[in-house]
Nanobody, 124 residues
Framework: QVQLVESGGGLVQAGGSLRLACAASRLTFISYTMAWFRQAPGKERESVAAITESGASTYYADSVKGRFTISRDNAKNTVYLQMNSLKPEDTAVYYC?????????????????WGQGTQVTVSS
């Protein structure tokens, strides 16, 4: 059974940084596009960033461009999300997702596997 396990969430002040990690197991990691999504209370889940299988291409939501960086280590089966200059509006549960074949990286229904999520809270 495929597992995606997120870690690194927590409470941080506005302007601070966090680094999320998502460790994947029981899948051929290098074959999957990996992404981060988030869901704030009372809101729909939204895309944050994605990275292609080799890491050659990355994609970001406009709301996080210039502040967040997605990366991956295929030797460790892990994808990361470095979050800098955090804002209170970044508060959400952050989810890792994996897709074997994706056309539109921002669409939730194109992802095959999801993690359980990690809470990120940014205080003002």
């Amino acid at each position: 059974q495929v597992q995606l396990v997120e870690s690194g969430g927590g409470l941080v002040q506005a302007g601070g940084s966090l680094r999320l990690a998502c460790a994947a197991s029981r899948l051929t990691f290098i074959s999957y596009t990996m992404a981060w999504f988030r869901q704030a209370p009372g809101k729909e889940r939204e895309s944050v960033a994605a990275i292609t299988e080799s890491g050659a291409s990355t994609y970001y939501a406009d709301s996080v461009k210039g502040r967040f960086t997605i990366s991956r280590d295929n030797a460790k089966n892990t994808v990361y999300l470095q979050m800098n200059s955090l804002k209170p509006e970044d508060t959400a549960v952050y989810y890792c997702a994996a897709s074997l074949f994706v056309r539109n990286w921002y669409r939730l229904n194109e992802y095959d596997y999801w993690g359980q999520g990690t809470q990120v809270t940014v205080s003002s």
